[in-house]
T-cell receptor, first 111, second 113 residues
């Protein structure tokens, strides 16, 4: 089955700097790669997703890149703000399988 | 904005007792899921449910677990005889179709004592 690895487990950045979180996946059949943000005491919330027919997707300060050959995808947050502090999870799935999550990255944005 | 609603938000139960966690999916969603998150760890898949039957389940989802949609609205997860290691956050999620955005509920924190 699918295995998703996520790095780093914790990340501290100064407000205004960029943050990058990386994930690798094992199943070449996976074609959907969402990123979720989880704030304390809440459920995961989708912030951006990408499908395997696209190499990059951007939504304001958030971007995701996908390298299908290397089986890795990354989340980029620019101009970080304190409210970006949360745990971020990457996930992967194919058309027939449920989401498999990475272990999460705790992002702290220091004002 | 549509949302998935879970009840209760927190449940404390004695080891060996049965618990039922409830979820109200988004109305036009067809696929329902339960995930578990042990404190500080990743979100783990338990089971998926479509067309009133289980479509996939993980190794975690053993005979102590069951799911059903008894009244066409609530989607429930039952743990028959709880163990200490069942203590976790349990999230319900729903999607319109496979491989589309999954909407998660706020979760139920289950504490087994």
């Amino acid at each position: 089955g699918e295995n998703v690895e996520q790095h780093p487990s914790t990340l501290s950045v100064q407000e205004g700097d960029s943050a990058v979180i990386k994930c690798t996946y094992s199943d070449s059949a996976s074609n959907y790669f969402p990123w979720y943000k989880q704030e304390l005491g809440k459920g995961p919330q989708l912030i951006i997703d990408i499908r395997s027919n696209v190499g990059e997707k951007k939504d304001q300060r958030i971007a995701v890149t996908l390298n299908k050959t290397a089986k890795h995808f990354s989340l980029h947050i620019t101009e970080t703000q304190p409210e970006d502090s949360a745990v971020y999870f990457c996930a992967a799935s194919s058309g027939n399988t449920p989401l498999v999550f990475g272990k999460g990255t705790r992002l702290s944005v220091i004002a | 904005e549509p949302e998935v609603t879970q009840t209760p938000s927190h449940q404390v139960t004695q080891m060996g007792q049965e618990v039922i966690l409830r979820c109200v999916p988004i109305s036009n969603h067809l696929y329902f899921y339960w995930y578990r998150q042990i404190l500080g760890q990743k979100v783990e898949f338990l089971v998926s449910f479509y067309n009133n039957e289980i479509s996939e389940k993980s190794e975690i989802f053993d005979d102590q677990f069951s799911v059903e949609r008894p009244d066409g609205s609530n989607f429930t997860l039952k743990i028959r005889s709880t163990k200490l290691e069942d203590s976790a956050m349990y999230f319900c999620a729903t999607t319109t179709f496979l491989n589309t955005e999954a909407f998660f509920g706020q979760g139920t924190r289950l504490t087994v004592v």
